[in-house]
């Protein structure tokens, strides 16, 4: 019985002397990683849409004669600049001064027969029906010359707005319906660009006219200009199944074109309570859904979360299930779901 006792003995020293394993042995062990950690944010935020398009004038007339006619002569060519007001063409008033003309004889002849036959009727020769009858002829023949007179004022076509001559189709000598574009012009002031940019449904229904923007032109550098959302279209591109919409240009040190290719960013009114994290305490990710690995009692536990944008050195995101009070940043790379961490500062 004694070598029984002395091994029993041996091993109750033995228990005694062997520290009792805990379960913060491992963290504190070799195989603990070090890692930090940096608090999260609530904030109330708006996700940006960003979207490309083509700049174009926001003014933009197609400017016609309301009369057919030979163009006589035109004033102004493709590329130049004209005023509002200013002459652009004339038509050929041959014809048109000749209705003048003959629209005159008639409402001259048509106001002797009225007073005549007034007379006639004060001396009850002619009826109150013949009286009427003259009195309607006289105010027809009244405004078919008031008709004439304005269509040889149309005759001379004027610029509507400043800007610049895109295009004029038509010469001297050309025979020219009425309505057919004579002159193209578009505005060039500081406010007459709007870049018009394509939207999907998700972010058209978040955009609201007056939502600020930002835009960057490729043609100088990337220059910021501060733009503001001016017009939403009420139905989308049945080519591109986009939604467009018009974002007005405030101020340029540029001179500015049509067609130059821009980049925009729009900040829709409409706000909504995010989460921002550091973009480096995001491990993986696929699409919108990602990674970040967080701190539970010293062991590194994967959370699931949705980017929804990224801005500078922050993410944006909507949590999946319960909320986090600080992710892992340095150290988050070597790290693996149940990995035991250690904390530094």
């Known amino acids: 019985m004694k070598p029984i006792f002395i091994l029993a003995l041996l091993a109750t020293i033995w228990s005694c002397q062997s520290p009792a394993p805990t379960q913060n042995k491992a963290n504190t062990g070799p195989d603990a990683i070090s890692v930090r950690l940096q608090s999260v944010e609530q904030v109330s935020a708006a996700e940006p849409v960003v979207a490309t398009g083509l700049l174009s004038p926001r003014q933009e007339v197609r400017l016609s004669f309301k009369v057919g006619g030979v163009i006589s002569k035109l004033y102004v060519r493709e590329g130049q600049t004209v005023q509002k007001g200013q002459l652009l063409a004339t038509l050929n008033t041959t014809e048109l001064d000749a209705q003048v003309a003959q629209a005159g004889q008639l409402f001259s002849k048509a106001e002797r027969d009225w007073q005549r036959t007034q007379r006639l009727y004060q001396d009850s020769v002619a009826t109150l029906e013949q009286a009427q009858n003259q009195t309607t002829a006289l105010e027809t023949s009244r405004q078919t010359l008031a008709m004439a007179r304005a269509n040889q004022g149309l005759s001379r076509l004027y610029a509507t707005l400043s800007g610049v001559v895109q295009a004029r189709p038509v010469n001297e000598g050309e025979l020219v319906s009425p309505g057919v574009p004579v002159v193209l012009v578009t505005g060039t002031g500081v406010s007459d660009w709007v870049l018009r940019v ?21 043609a100088f550098g990337g220059e910021l200009l501060p733009a503001q959302v001016v017009a939403l279209s009420q139905g989308a591109d049945p080519a591109s199944g986009l939604y467009q919409a018009d974002l007005l240009i405030r101020a ?21 309570s995010l989460v921002a994290i550091p973009a480096d305490a995001i491990v993986e990710g696929d699409n919108e859904q990602a990674f970040t690995f967080v701190n539970e009692g010293n062991i590194a536990r994967k959370r699931q979360l949705r980017v929804l944008y990224v801005r500078g050195n922050k993410a944006f995101v909507n949590l999946t299930g319960n909320t986090i009070a600080a992710v892992i940043t340095d150290g988050s790379a070597y790290l693996e779901d149940g990995s035991p961490i250690r904390v530094v500062q």
């Open 252 to 272: 340029s040190r540029n001179r500015l074109v049509s067609g130059l290719f821009g980049k925009a960013t729009i900040y829709p009114a409409g706000r909504q």
């Open 198 to 218: 394509g939207v999907a449904d998700k972010a058209w229904t978040r955009l609201r006219a007056g939502d600020r923007a930002d835009v960057r032109l490729d």
